[in-house]
């Protein structure tokens, strides 16, 4: 039986795709150069991309998709980043923290926004989860979790300065 495709896109293609424009941010131009180097349409692209985003969202597919997904996409991001680390392991903690600790500074009682953290810490979403997931799974490692302890104790300090509010 042949591999499901949109447009002539497999769900694999799909998510090599997905990880190779991550870093385009905005961009359109990178975005579209990535897309057409591998020898397919921009519209083709959009509408494919369009269908599996969702196709992997849909409630009535039971999770079928969504559960190809997630092994498919974490070899792809395993791939994209072999031997190399998307972010530090302080500039991911510095945003870590900041995200937890933070407040809103018109009302305390609420966390400060997510795309404001990552906008002044210039971070795109697409990228933040990359370092979200390439270090979340590592900091309890041995060989991380001594200098995670400790830039977690300076960030989570730094963010109960009075820049960030008081943390509860």
Not at 103 to 110: A, E, G, H, N, Q
Request: hydrophobic share 30%; charged share 35%.
């Amino acid at each position: 039986m042949d591999e499901e495709s949109k447009y002539g896109i497999t769900l694999e293609k799909y998510i090599e795709l997905i990880v190779k424009t991550i870093n385009t941010g905005e961009n359109e131009i990178a975005y579209k150069i990535i897309i057409e180097s591998e020898g397919i349409d921009m519209q083709d692209w959009k509408k494919a991309k369009k269908e599996w985003d969702e196709e992997i969202n849909d409630p009535n597919d039971k999770s079928k998709t969504y559960t190809k997904f997630i092994p498919l996409y974490q070899a792809a991001l395993e791939r994209q980043y072999f031997g190399r680390v998307p972010c530090s392991l302080e500039e991911f903690t510095k945003i870590h923290c900041e995200l937890s600790f933070r407040k809103d500074i018109d009302d305390p009682l609420k966390p400060i926004q997510y795309e404001k953290v990552l906008k002044e810490n210039r971070i795109t979403a697409n990228k933040w989860d990359i370092c979200n997931s390439f270090w979340t799974v590592r900091v309890g490692m041995p060989n991380y979790r001594k200098k995670f302890s400790e830039l977690v104790r300076k960030y989570s300090q730094d963010n109960s300065n009075s820049k960030f509010g008081k943390v509860s």
